[in-house]
């Protein structure tokens, strides 16, 4: 008998008595955004994060391998797992189905109870009830006991109480739901973005099948896009899939995985020959991208190790003649770590919920991470010894950047002429109206300083492509003219007494800072180039929503006196249609493809791209950092074959101007 069969015996132990009500639903429908996050992309996809956590809740308690989502043709979901399936029978003190509690009040389920889920998944702990309460319609089917269960809810409320409809040899929950597009401002879910998220489940969950189909994309056979993501290897997997395109230094990665005073800790390494530090967290499934303690731990125990090993096998007598002094950065130095903790009450904090509190989880991932690389630094000493080169030259290499550092920082200082002289400033001096377009080239930018509201409109052209900072030391970066007049015309300063590399935002001086390039493949790879750089050096703007996009239109479309313009071939198509009555009248129709910024006038760039009141700007966030990580990595990173096999995946769903 298999372990998952085993566990079918046990579904009687999984009842109403163990469905804990917390509190009600009333607040969720006026102020959604507190309880996912916002209205937008982001929330929108987090409904269906929510239906998936609680299949995931089943799969870490042994009773569920399989959860399959579908986006639907009416952009409807259903999220479908072979768990135990939600209770039905009635609960003592709602007298109402277990089931109707789970979807009509808030923090209610079982994994408020300790003796049915030992650890939960779910960032806002909000659970299906939420999902419920912001869908015009949810349908949920259990499959339990035998029995097919069903019950349908309408903006929250329930159109009738569970019935049975009929016998089954299924077993598990399907939950279908159709937002509701009153609340939302965005209506239509994106398949790379649920893809992201279930890739990195079935990663950080060895062991579980999650499949993604999209009955709105089909084939000419009629067949929908559909993808499995399952991983044996579990953060081993992620590791090679993350760092795939960088070189690496060491054969196989460092896989650490212990249980300390009731806490799983699993953690995979790995050095490479890049120059960034790569840690991605995790807590019950949640990445914890501003950190937290587990983090704080696996930092002080890598520093010690590391450094007390590079002591005792004397590599760093060539630093000491040097009078170079050692630090905490040097050793994350082209690393790639992922860390992942399950523990069964997270406290979390920090500007977004997404740092991990608990002061006990440091100690304890602390000493695991400790005891188990220094015998892995024992055991291996030809690795050891990569390594501890490695550190040598992210030490040198940091010395050597400080000067050209240092000399960022007193340009940064505004006491006279310490501002770029390309920049064209503006008048204003308040932060939070003030914005700085990073322009593509001396001619755009020339048209741009014209046509800008100089008052809040700061203009900075950029000379060609700027540094690959991907496959840049830092002191090369440091050392680049155009990289330098950004951080200088913003104001911000590198290093903290916990981070010499992070960066310091309070004298940021403008709160919009605007990519504004060519829309054509070497505008795309310059914003690319510029974007990498942010990523990598300046997270904290992005994280902060700091970063936009400008958006320039591709074509210009004339009849007569009449002008339009038009952002892709869709709209342009759609303009001719109607300015020509479907081809009826083409005569006097002219469109003109702009192949630069520079081609328009100072007037139709302010009014197509600058105007607050007209342009679309697109706001760079990071809504996943692994896949970000990723991405950046192979599109800029050195090895080829990863950046061709993602081009041709993705050449028939995007725009692949790299």
């Known amino acids: 008998m298999s372990d998952l069969e085993e566990k079918k015996l046990h579904v009687e132990e999984y009842n109403a008595d163990h469905i804990q009500v917390l509190e009600g639903l009333e607040a969720v429908r006026k102020r959604p955004a507190m309880y996912i996050g916002d209205i937008g992309e982001r929330g929108l996809h987090h409904l269906v994060y929510e ?48 089931l109707e509690v789970v979807l009509t ?33 949810l349908q949920a089917d259990v499959y339990r006991n035998g029995i097919h269960y069903i019950q349908e809810f309408a903006y929250g409320a329930p159109l009738y109480s569970v019935k049975e409809v009929g016998k089954t040899e299924q077993r598990g929950t399907r939950i279908t739901f159709t937002p509701d597009d009153s609340i939302f401002t965005v209506k239509e879910y994106h398949y790379n973005t649920l893809a992201s998220r279930l890739k ?52 196989h990665p460092i896989y650490i995985e212990s249980e300390k005073m009731g806490t799983p800790i699993e953690v995979v390494m790995q050095y490479n020959t ?8 995790y807590v019950n ?69 997404t740092k991990l509190g608990n002061s006990e989880v440091e100690g ?15 055991e291996n000493p030809k690795d050891a010894k990569e390594i501890v080169n490695k550190v040598i030259l992210a030490a040198t290499a940091r010395h050597a950047a400080r000067k050209a550092r240092e000399l960022v920082q007193r340009k940064s200082v ?16 308040n932060a939070e109206i003030c914005e700085l377009y990073l322009v593509e080239g001396d001619s755009a930018g020339g048209t741009a300083k014209q046509g800008r509201d100089s008052h809040f409109q700061a203009i900075l052209p950029l000379r060609g492509k700027i540094l690959n900072v991907e496959k840049a030391m830092h002191h090369r970066i440091f050392e680049s003219e155009e990289i330098k007049n950004i951080y200088t015309a913003l104001g911000v300063t590198i290093g903290t007494e916990e981070d010499s590399k992070a960066l310091n935002i309070e004298k940021l001086r403008y709160h919009k800072v605007i990519i504004m390039t060519d829309a054509d493949v070497d505008g795309s790879h310059i914003a690319t180039l510029i974007l990498t750089f942010f990523f990598r050096h300046m997270k904290e703007l992005i994280e902060h929503g700091h970063v936009y996009i400008a958006t320039p ?41 702009y192949k630069g910024l520079g081609e328009m006038s100072e007037e139709q760039l302010w009014s197509t791209t600058m105007d607050p009141s007209t342009r679309t700007l697109r706001q760079v966030t990071i809504d996943n950092a692994m896949e970000a990580d990723y991405v950046f990595s192979m599109l800029m990173g050195d090895e080829v074959p990863p950046r061709r096999e993602f081009i041709e995946k993705n050449a028939k769903y995007a725009n692949i101007d790299i």
Not at 218 to 231: A, I, V, W, Y
Not at 274 to 281: G, Q
Not at 296 to 321: H, I, P, Q, W
Not at 417 to 426: A, E, F, H
């Open 200 to 251: 990195e489940l079935a990663f950080l969950n060895k062991g579980i099948t999650l499949q993604l189909t999209d009955l709105r994309d089909k084939d000419d056979n009629g067949s929908p896009r559909t993808e499995l993501f399952h991983s044996d290897e579990g953060l081993k997997d992620f590791i090679k899939f993350l760092d795939s395109g960088r070189e690496k230094i060491m054969e």
């Open 285 to 353: 499934n949640i990445n914890t991208i501003e950190g937290g303690t587990h983090l704080t731990g696996f930092r002080r125990a890598l520093t010690n190790t590391l450094k007390k090993y590079a002591v005792n096998s004397k590599m760093l007598e060539k630093l000491d003649k040097q009078k170079i002094e050692i630090s905490g950065d040097d050793f994350r130095e082209g690393l790639t770590a992922i860390i992942s903790i399950k523990i069964a009450e997270p406290q979390f904090e920090g500007q977004t919920k």
């Open 553 to 593: 239109p591709l074509y210009l479309v004339k009849k007569g006196q009449t002008e339009r313009y038009a952002w892709n071939d869709e709209q342009r198509l759609s303009i001719i249609a109607e300015m020509t009555n479907n081809g009826a009248n083409e005569a006097g129709l002219h469109v003109q493809r």
């Open 51 to 98: 239906v998936v956590d609680n299949s995931i809740d089943e799969a870490l308690a042994g009773h569920c391998d399989r959860i399959e989502v579908t986006i639907c043709e009416d952009n409807s979901i259903s999220v479908l797992d072979n768990g135990r399936g939600i209770p039905t029978d009635m609960h003592e003190k709602e007298h109402r189905s277990a």
């Open 364 to 378: 304890i991932v602390s000493q695991t991470v400790s005891e188990m690389l220094s015998n892995y630094l024992e």
């Open 274 to 281: 890049a120059y960034t530090e790569n840690i991605h967290s």
């Open 105 to 137: 009040v808030l923090h209610a389920g079982g994994k408020f109870n300790k003796d049915s889920y030992k650890v939960s998944g779910g960032l806002h702990g909000v659970g299906v009830s939420c999902v419920n309460a912001l869908a015009k319609h």
């Open 414 to 429: 505004f006491s006279g002429g310490g501002l770029p002289g390309k920049l064209s400033d503006c008048s204003s001096k």
